[in-house]
C-alpha cells in the first residue's frame, strides 16, 4: 500500500524563523499535494507539484522525484502561519488511480 | 474561486438516528471525495464518485453510504449513528482526472475542500 509520511509532527517556532517541514513517499505516488488546515477545519491546497520547485509568497515546495522527497519551506515565519500542514500523494495504483494519501499533518505553532 | 460548501459546521445527533451530511460545489466538477479527520489518523478517505451516479468505496466505507443524484451534490449518509463516527467529515472536489499521460490539461488537478462540519454523536 502506498504511504505518505510526514516529519516533524508537531514544530514549534519564533517568528521570523525559516522552517521546513518534511514529507516522504512510497513507489507509485506522483504529484504531491501540500495542504493547509487552520484551527476551525477548511483546507486550502497550497501547491501541487510532481517535479522541481514551486514557490508563492513566503512559501516554497520542491520534491525530488529519485529521493522520493519533498520539503514546504516557510521563510520570515509568522504568527499567522500557525496552521497543519498536510502533505498528500496522489495514488496511481489500480483502482484508486488519483485519489489522495494523506500524511498525518505536522503542527506548526508561530509564536510572537 | 471554487465554492465547496458543506450543509452545517457543526453537528449532534444521537446514537442510531440516520444522519445526512450535505456538499455541494459551484464549479461544475466530476470528482467529489468524503473525508474524515481524526486526531493522530489524519484524513482517510470514505467514498468518492467520479460522476453522477456513480460511486465508489474509500478506505473507511463501513457504515456510510453516499448519493450523487446531481454533479454538483455529494451526500454522505450515516445510516445507524454510532458514537465512533464521530469526528470531523471534509468534502473535496476536483477536475476529472486523466489516468493516461498526455491527455490534456486536466491531469493533476487539485482538490478543493469545503469547511467541514463536526459532527457529535451522543
Known amino acids: 500500500k502506498n504511504e505518505v509520511e510526514q516529519s516533524p509532527q508537531n514544530l514549534t517556532a519564533q517568528e521570523g524563523e525559516f522552517i521546513t517541514i518534511n514529507c516522504s513517499y512510497s513507489v507509485g505516488i506522483s504529484a504531491l499535494h501540500w495542504l493547509q488546515q487552520h484551527p476551525g477545519g477548511g483546507i486550502v491546497s497550497l501547491f501541487m507539484l510532481s517535479s522541481g520547485k514551486k514557490k508563492h509568497g513566503r512559501l516554497i515546495a520542491t520534491i525530488n522525484i529519485q529521493e522520493k522527497h519533498s520539503s514546504l519551506h516557510i521563510t520570515a515565519s509568522h504568527p499567522r502561519d500557525s496552521a497543519v500542514y498536510i502533505c498528500a500523494g496522489r495514488d496511481n495504483y489500480g483502482g484508486s488511480q488519483g485519489n489522495l494519501i494523506f500524511g498525518k499533518g505536522t503542527k506548526l505553532s508561530v509564536k510572537p | 474561486d471554487v465554492k465547496v460548501t458543506q450543509s452545517s459546521r457543526y453537528l449532534v445527533k444521537r446514537t442510531g438516528e440516520k444522519v445526512f451530511l450535505e456538499c455541494v460545489q459551484d464549479m461544475d466538477h466530476e470528482n467529489m471525495f468524503w473525508y474524515r479527520q481524526d486526531p493522530g489518523l489524519g484524513l482517510r478517505l470514505i467514498y468518492f464518485s467520479y460522476d453522477v451516479k456513480m460511486k465508489e468505496k474509500g478506505d473507511i466505507p463501513e457504515g456510510y453510504s453516499v448519493s450523487r443524484e446531481k454533479k454538483e451534490r455529494f451526500s454522505l449518509i450515516l445510516e445507524s449513528a454510532s458514537t465512533n463516527q464521530t469526528s470531523m467529515y471534509l468534502c473535496?472536489?476536483?477536475?476529472?482526472?486523466?489516468?493516461?499521460?498526455?491527455?490534456?490539461?486536466?491531469?493533476?488537478?487539485?482538490?478543493?475542500f469545503g469547511d467541514g462540519t463536526r459532527l457529535s454523536i451522543l
Open positions: 473535496a472536489s476536483s477536475f476529472f482526472w486523466s489516468p493516461l499521460p498526455g491527455q490534456g490539461e486536466v491531469d493533476n488537478q487539485p482538490q478543493h
